[in-house]
């Protein structure tokens, strides 16, 4: 049974740091990309980073230079730790796995990942 579950959310005011967890379960961990997505009120989901099986990271322009993305392989956990947040920063924000044979599709693009969390709260306060 294939879990995912992300930990780590709650308010902070801008400048501040936040890490997020994302416990994973029930797949072939070490072999999927895994990446962090973000939905605010009102807007699409969006791709905030993500890290392949071989360690490769990607960001998007929003985040690059303050977020990291990383992986614990021997624990099946992603992390994400967040710096220097900002308020528009602020969203639920989702774990997700993506099996090896979509590798090829853009990082950012959701429907590549099969395996998503239910989320977790990101609130910033300026």
């Known amino acids: 049974q294939v879990q995912v579950e992300e930990s780590g959310g709650g308010s902070v005011q801008a400048g501040g740091s936040l890490r997020l967890s994302c416990a994973a379960s029930?797949?072939?961990?070490?072999?999927?990309?895994m990446g962090w997505f973000r939905q605010a009120p009102g807007k699409e989901r969006e791709g905030v980073a993500a890290?392949?099986?071989?360690?490769?990271?990607r960001y998007a322009d929003s985040v690059k230079g303050r977020f990291t993305i990383s992986r614990d392989n021997a624990k099946n956990i992603l992390y994400l730790q967040m710096d220097s947040v900002k308020p528009e920063d602020t969203a639920m924000y989702y774990c997700?796995?993506?099996?090896?044979?979509?590798?090829?599709?853009?990082?950012?693009?959701?429907?590549?990942?099969?395996?998503w969390g239910q989320g977790t709260q990101v609130t910033v306060s300026s």
């Open positions: 997700a796995g993506k099996m090896r044979e979509y590798s090829p599709w853009p990082w950012n693009l959701s429907n590549g990942y099969n395996h």
């Open positions: 029930g797949f072939t961990y070490r072999t999927y990309s």
């Open positions: 890290i392949d099986g071989d360690g490769i990271r």
